[in-house]
């Protein structure tokens, strides 16, 4: 398995967990919030240790990252929304 299929087998794997807290009924939102926690603790884990902290340079850096991820997944999913429009009207002609 290379490294963009361990990105996504990870990326799948938190998804499913979110899904099963979802259906024993936790709000979304909470979901969502505590993923965002989780995913903050690891990154301050990654970039200073377990006792560390990040200083506000890595907590930009982090942040950062983050929107790239963000942006990149938007853009992708507006690609697929355009090309399932592009079906559909391929479809009805």
Do not use: W
């Amino acid at each position: 398995m290379n490294d963009q299929e361990k990105h996504m087998y990870c990326t799948n794997k938190f998804i499913e967990l979110a899904n099963q807290l979802k259906e024993e009924e936790i709000d979304i939102n909470l979901v969502n919030g505590a993923l965002m926690t989780a995913s903050g603790v690891y990154a301050t884990y990654v970039a200073a240790g377990n006792e560390g902290a990040l200083e506000p340079s890595g907590v930009k850096k982090v942040v950062d990252i983050y929107k790239r991820t963000l942006e990149h997944h938007q853009k992708i999913k507006k690609g697929q929304a355009q090309q399932q429009e592009q079906q559909q009207q391929q479809t009805e002609s």
